[in-house]
């Protein structure tokens, strides 16, 4: 069983900063691609960044310059450090992790910025 767990969320004020952590356990092999989603109220899961096996990375262009993720392939964990948070960031975090045709997600964890 295959299990991924968030930590590192909570409230920030407009401009702060938080640190998401991800650390995949159980039987596996290294991921693929590891990387986060988010979902905000009443939005659907967007993609945050995509880090593939070889470093490469794919993000969206609204945390473009903002949000930065790295990854540790042999301890399949993932973070995304997360600067100049703007309330929009308001969402839900969640990690993946890609092996095959299999996705395997956390549970989810709240990320809230607001004055």
């Known amino acids: 069983q295959v299990q991924l767990v968030e930590s590192g969320g909570g409230l920030v004020h407009p401009g702060g900063s938080l640190r998401l952590s991800c650390e995949a356990s159980?039987?596996?092999?290294?991921?693929?691609?590891m990387g986060w989603y988010r979902q905000g109220p009443e939005k659907q899961r967007e993609l945050v960044v995509k880090i593939t096996s070889g470093g490469s990375t794919n993000i969206a262009n609204s945390v473009k310059g903002r949000f930065t993720a790295s990854r540790d392939n042999a301890k399949n964990q993932v973070w995304l450090q997360m600067n100049s948070l703007k309330p929009e960031d308001t969402s839900l975090y969640f990690c993946?992790?890609?092996?095959?045709?299999?996705?395997?997600w956390g549970q989810g964890i709240q990320v809230t910025v607001s004055s």
């Open positions: 159980g039987n596996i092999y290294n991921f693929e691609d």
């Open positions: 993946y992790g890609k092996w095959g045709l299999y996705t395997y």
